[in-house]
């Protein structure tokens, strides 16, 4: 007998509080898969998420192809239905400095109805919203499931691909549901259907052999820092967008989101200007952007009376969709070839690139989807939306499984805060992630079962 929405919903209900306890333990577990940090905490991750997918009846394995260790779980479909893999990812962002968090990253703690701690929301509450959905439907699961857990996502999925090809027939599916996003406001579920691509790229100016005295030669010698900036600034033109020829951009994102609702989730001080032209969905979802994420110099209570040889950037660019992450690298090595200043020497060096995406979501899977959100949210329409951040493996998944309906969901809102101090998750709306996934994976299963 196949369970009723009412079913699914307190069963949900029931399970919360265990799904909960769950999500803390993960969130203690500080699988950092960057260089530098202790990958035994990511081990210790992915061995959390493989007995919690045992707990659900899944055949269960650990892989791991060069890099950190993914967890796949299997459970067969009943015969005529359809399979559906579910995507999360248990690895998090590094906390960053302990005292710009109001409690200890990994010591989760509810405040005002949102649990706080790194990786709440991103992403290991999208782990616990397929547990969630499976512990719902028991052994009444109407669909066959294959859980994917990546454990390297926020350091750039390198061994992604590899796992991929190698577990490729123990991967396909018909539905791909990828947890990693989020919805459009606090009660307003949205799906996902475009994602801006990346290019992440350094440039080093280089004006000196080495380091000389700032009195002594100051005036004629352009210091490297003077000449990086000059260089950095010509990115944008004065409205502050995007300067750079040859990168793709385009109108037309149909979504309304008010200035001054932006300014407050982005927490812009007072008197700050917004930059660049067009509306602001298209600014954040269909046009590039460019950023400078750091600079190698002296800080200011080190550094001496001294012209620097040397500076490095680190800068982000985060492509519309339609852009080929090689050709927008090429055009802005090109443009800052061409303005460097003063003949400083430069040395721009790609550090990683992905592929934006845009998703056709159209078709029965999706109004299923957008059914079940409909319903977990009690009547509120569900809203497409565009993000600016990017996921450069779901190109991966719509090349390999061209036939798959692709829907990326999340658990996140716009104060969230992920990879920042104070990541939270809203409790309520969790439950109703959780809701409309079990009742996706019911509607799916009416949907496509022959």
């Known amino acids: 007998m196949s369970l009723s929405e009412s079913d699914l919903r307190a069963a949900i209900r029931r399970e919360m509080p265990g799904v909960r306890a769950d999500l803390e333990r993960l969130v203690r577990i500080p699988g950092v898969a960057f260089e530098g940090f202790d990958h035994s905490h990511v081990e210790r991750s992915a061995e959390a998420v493989a007995e919690l997918l045992r707990g659900c009846g899944l055949d269960t394995e650990i892989v791991r192809h060069g890099g950190q260790p993914a967890v796949i779980g299997r459970k067969a479909a009943p015969a005529g239905a359809p399979t559906v893999l579910l995507y999360a990812h248990h690895d998090v962002q590094p906390a960053g400095d302990p005292g710009l968090w109001t409690s200890d990253p990994f010591e989760p703690v509810e405040r005002d109805g949102r649990l706080y701690g790194r990786g709440a929301a991103d ?63 606090i009660g307003q579920p949205a799906l996902t259907t475009s994602l801006r691509g990346l290019v992440n790229l350094f440039a080093e100016v280089r004006v000196l052999k080495s380091a000389v005295h700032s009195g002594m030669f100051g005036g004629p010698v352009p210091d490297a820092l003077i000449a990086l900036s000059r260089l950095i600034a010509t990115l944008h033109d004065d409205s502050g967008e995007v300067a750079v020829s040859g990168l793709v951009g385009r109108e037309g994102a149909s979504v309304d989101y008010p200035a001054d609702r932006f300014r407050h989730e982005a927490g812009i001080l007072d008197g700050v200007d917004l930059i660049g032209k067009g509306t602001i969905t298209d600014r954040i979802w269909t046009k590039p952007s460019i950023s400078v994420l750091g600079i190698d110099a002296p800080g200011t209570l080190v550094a001496a009376n001294a012209l620097q040889p040397s500076a490095k950037a680190k800068i982000s660019v985060r492509l519309a969709p339609g852009e080929d992450p090689k050709s927008a690298f090429q055009a802005v090595r090109d443009h800052l070839e061409k303005n460097v200043p003063w003949g400083a020497q430069l040395e721009v060096t790609l550090e990683s690139d992905g592929l934006p995406c845009v998703i056709d979501a159209t078709g029965p ?26 996921i450069p493996f779901i190109a991966t998944f719509q090349d390999l499984f061209p036939d798959a309906a692709i829907l990326v969901t999340g658990v996140e809102d716009p104060f969230s805060a992920a990879h920042g101090p104070d990541e939270s998750l809203h409790l309520g709306e969790f439950e109703r992630v959780c809701v409309a996934e079990a009742l996706l994976l019911k509607n799916v299963a009416e949907t496509l079962t022959k």
């Open 365 to 390: 899977v999706y109004d299923a989807a957008r059914a079940a959100f409909r319903d977990a949210w009690d009547g509120t329409e569900p809203v497409d939306m565009g993000v600016g951040g990017s």
């Open 123 to 185: 992403d290991k509450a999208g782990v616990m919203a397929h547990v969630a959905a499976l512990r719902a439907f028991g052994d009444q699961l109407p669909v066959g499931v294959v859980v994917f857990v990546e454990g390297e996502e926020e350091y750039g999925s390198d061994s992604l691909d590899t796992i991929i090809h190698e577990h490729l027939e123990e991967l396909r599916s018909d539905v791909i549901v990828i947890a990693d996003s989020g919805n459009w406001d």
